[in-house]
Nanobody, 119 residues
Framework: QVQLVESGGGLVQSGGSLRLSCAAS????????MSWYRQPPGKQRELVAL???????TVAESVKGRFSISRDNEQNSISLQMNSLKPEDTAVYYC?????????????WGQGTQVTVSS
């Protein structure tokens, strides 16, 4: 079955950096749109960044210029580099996979990793 396992979360001071990773298994990784979502305390889950199978990458306006997404189709993994972190970036970060088109399936979610940014 599909498994997404996040790692790299933790506690960091404002202005610091973290790199999240997501290891995927049980899916045709190259064909998936892979995304990072986050859910701040008491708020809705929101899209942070995504990477499509054909190489398109986007990030949310709130993190533009600070966060970047990358994928490694050989290692079946995606990463989220987070720089200049702010307290409002505090959230549980989730890895997400979805397949569109003829073989549509998902979304699939990881268990999440906590990121806490102290002021």
């Amino acid at each position: 079955q599909v498994q997404l396992v996040e790692s790299g979360g933790g506690l960091v001071q404002s202005g610091g950096s973290l790199r999240l990773s997501c290891a995927a298994s049980g899916l045709m990784f190259r064909s998936a749109t892979m995304s990072w979502y986050r859910q701040p305390p008491g708020k809705q889950r929101e899209l942070v960044a995504l990477s499509t199978a054909d190489g398109i990458k986007t990030v949310a306006e709130s993190v533009k210029g600070r966060f970047s997404i990358s994928r490694d189709n050989e290692q079946n993994s995606i990463s989220l580099q987070m720089n200049s972190l702010k307290p409002e970036d505090t959230a549980v970060y989730y890895c997400n996979a979805v397949f569109t088109g003829a073989g549509a399936s998902g979304p699939y979610w990881g268990q999440g990793t906590q990121v806490t940014v102290s002021s």
